[in-house]
């Protein structure tokens, strides 16, 4: 239902812009948040963003670098990521919030269903 696009490989300093297109059902009343997983590492909290747009929140690791958006006419959210470093590496998943509209939450369990992940990986 979920499914996170654009990854890739990319030189630290460089952007990438991640893609998470909701199929078969709407997302649009939901906080959407973006999580990541490096290997050997517990999944953590990227960023999120209420339904209307109006509350955006990341972590601080992210802070000033990347951006996340959401276009509810087009079942969207986007996380543009600038300034990447090696340190970003993960595979980056998007999801719902399985029951809020306005608070962005940060921890996994209050997200799902989630989407398949996307590689990112930012060489030195």
């Known amino acids: 239902q979920l499914q996170a696009s654009g990854g890739g490989l990319v030189q630290a300093g460089g952007s990438l812009r991640l893609s998470c297109t909701a199929s078969?059902?709407?997302?649009?009343?939901?906080?959407m948040g973006w999580f990541r997983q490096a290997p050997g590492k517990e999944r953590e909290f990227v960023a999120g963003?209420?339904?209307?747009?109006?509350?955006?929140r990341y972590a601080s690791s992210v802070q000033g670098r990347f951006i996340i958006s959401r276009d509810n006419a087009k079942n969207t959210v986007y996380l543009q990521m600038n300034s990447l470093k090696p340190e970003d590496t993960a595979v980056y998943f998007c999801?719902?919030?399985?029951?809020?509209?306005?608070?962005?939450?940060?921890?996994?369990?209050?997200?799902?269903?989630w989407g398949q992940g996307t590689q990112v990986t930012v060489s030195s």
């Open positions: 999801a719902a919030d399985r029951s809020s509209s306005t608070t962005v939450h940060t921890t996994p369990v209050d997200f799902g269903p």
């Open positions: 078969g059902r709407t997302f649009s009343r939901y906080v």
């Open positions: 963003i209420s339904w209307s747009g109006g509350t955006t």
